[in-house]
């Protein structure tokens, strides 16, 4: 159980285009998901949490108009990294938790590998 | 605040030994969760464990175990008779009410090598 599918894997493009990652709770409600970037060998940096039916809250820092986040189903949420620069290359990784438990563990996704050329 | 601190940024060990992975961590909360997670090569996040500060005993999965010391603040993380599969990076997680409700306070991982 607990499974969270993350798509796509790899993403390779043009510097200015706009990409979206897909984070799905399979078996799973999920009123919450968060969003993550890894840079190499380093922890993980939560960008921000997505709350379902409602507008994301971002970590300070992170560029709302940048990253849009919409988590429109109890299943779904979707990160849209707009007008991607080569800075924006990065592992991002997504995660996710059942409804009913703010301390319940996170479900993670397999990730996304973004290169912006 | 919140905190956790993984002092080892890598350990290599020869496959059938043991190995201790460190965390101590920080909070304010009487009440809190702690949770290690093994990111492998290819990327994903496996949740390993979640342990709440109320209950102190020790935890053994396989080969795996785990040892909770509320004095000192620790929640170390041990690999009996590693083997190659092992090798990954493993994070050490927080979570209590007063950090952000919501966040996950992770360490800074050990990048762990198993040889053969």
């Known amino acids: 159980g607990a499974v969270v599918s993350q798509h796509p894997s790899w993403v390779i493009c043009k510097s200015g285009t706009s990409v979206k990652i897909e984070c799905r709770s399979l078996d799973f409600q999920a009123t919450t998901m968060f969003w993550y970037r890894q840079f190499p060998k380093q922890s993980l940096m939560l960008m921000a949490t997505s709350n379902e039916g409602s507008k994301a809250t971002y970590e300070q820092g992170v560029e709302k108009d940048k990253f849009l986040i919409n988590h429109a189903s109890l299943t779904l949420s979707t990160l849209t990294v707009t007008s991607a620069h080569p800075e924006d290359s990065s592992f991002y990784i997504c995660?996710?938790?059942?409804?009913?438990?703010?301390?319940?563990?996170?479900?993670f996704g397999d990730g996304t590998r973004l290169s912006i050329l | 605040a919140q905190k956790v601190t993984q002092a080892q940024t890598e350990i290599s060990v020869v496959e059938k030994e043991d190995v201790t992975l460190d965390c101590v961590y920080e909070?304010?909360?009487?009440?809190?969760?702690l949770f290690w997670y093994k990111q492998p090569p290819s990327g994903e996040l496996v949740f390993l464990i979640r342990r709440n500060s109320f209950d102190e005993q020790n935890e053994i999965s396989g080969r795996y175990s785990w040892n909770f010391q509320k004095s000192t603040s620790s929640f170390n993380f041990t690999i009996t008779a590693s083997q190659v599969v092992d090798s990954a990076v493993y994070f050490c997680?927080?979570?209590?009410?007063?950090?952000?409700?919501?966040?996950?306070?992770f360490g800074t991982g050990t990048q762990l090598k198993v040889e053969l």
């Open positions: 997680a927080l979570w209590g009410p007063t950090g952000g409700g919501n966040k996950l306070t």
């Open positions: 909070t304010r909360d009487t009440t809190y969760y």
């Open positions: 995660s996710a938790r059942v409804s009913w438990g703010s301390n319940q563990p996170q479900h």
